[in-house]
């Protein structure tokens, strides 16, 4: 890894398997290093995986298998901005399956319990529209839905039903 500051994520035991399937996810997304433990430690034993360093989607990112003590929260998550429907439902189907959860507003866990915010450009574009009153609008059709509807939003936004 070549960047001094990286995010460090937290597992219990699964860093090794939640950075491959990251890497099976999203694109420009690798694991780049897997170290094993030289020695045992609290959670774990010589020779099991310690860290995982990868990359998503261009972060620079760090998994350390530090055992049960803290779990994954919604004060972090990784935000990933969609052109089309088709890849939101793409990204979001694949962190929810297997074990996931929807949330709302476009955020969603994996089966680890990291948090995802999968946004369209159409959605950003919509709360910052220039119209005041589209923009609220959008927030409003935002505001009743799971995974983020561009054509719903859209239609909101032009004061129609989508």
């Given at each position: 890894?070549?960047?001094?500051?990286?995010?460090?994520?937290?597992y219990?035991?699964?860093?090794?398997?939640?950075?491959?399937?990251?890497?099976?996810?999203?694109?420009?997304?690798?694991?780049t290093?897997?170290?094993?433990?030289?020695?045992?430690?609290?959670?774990?034993?010589?020779?099991?995986?310690?860290?995982?360093?990868?990359?998503?989607?261009?972060?620079?990112?760090?998994?350390?298998?530090?055992?049960?003590?803290?779990?994954?929260?919604?004060?972090?998550?990784?935000?990933?901005?969609?052109?089309?429907?088709?890849?939101?439902?793409?990204?979001?189907?694949?962190?929810?399956?297997?074990?996931?959860?929807?949330?709302?507003?476009?955020?969603?866990?994996?089966?680890?319990g990291?948090?995802?915010?999968?946004?369209?450009?159409?959605?950003?574009?919509?709360?910052?529209?220039?119209?005041?009153?589209?923009?609220k609008?959008?927030?409003?059709?935002?505001?009743?839905?799971?995974?983020?509807?561009?054509?719903?939003?859209?239609?909101?936004?032009?004061?129609a039903?989508?």
């Open positions: 890894m070549s960047a001094k500051n990286r995010v460090c994520l937290w219990d035991g699964a860093a090794e398997e939640a950075a491959n399937f990251y890497a099976s996810v999203f694109p420009d997304t690798h694991v290093r897997v170290v094993q433990s030289p020695t045992d430690y609290p959670d774990g034993k010589t020779g099991d995986v310690i860290t995982v360093e990868f990359t998503v989607m261009g972060i620079e990112c760090i998994a350390l298998n530090g055992g049960p003590t803290f779990p994954q929260s919604e004060a972090f998550s990784f935000q990933v901005e969609t052109s089309t429907q088709e890849e939101t439902d793409r990204y979001w189907n694949a962190i929810v399956a297997g074990g996931g959860a929807e949330s709302m507003c476009g955020w969603c866990k994996d089966k680890w990291l948090s995802w915010q999968i946004t369209p450009k159409a959605l950003s574009d919509a709360l910052t529209h220039p119209d005041r009153a589209a923009a609008r959008g927030m409003e059709a935002m505001m009743t839905m799971r995974k983020i509807d561009i054509a719903a939003i859209e239609a909101a936004v032009a004061g039903s989508a």
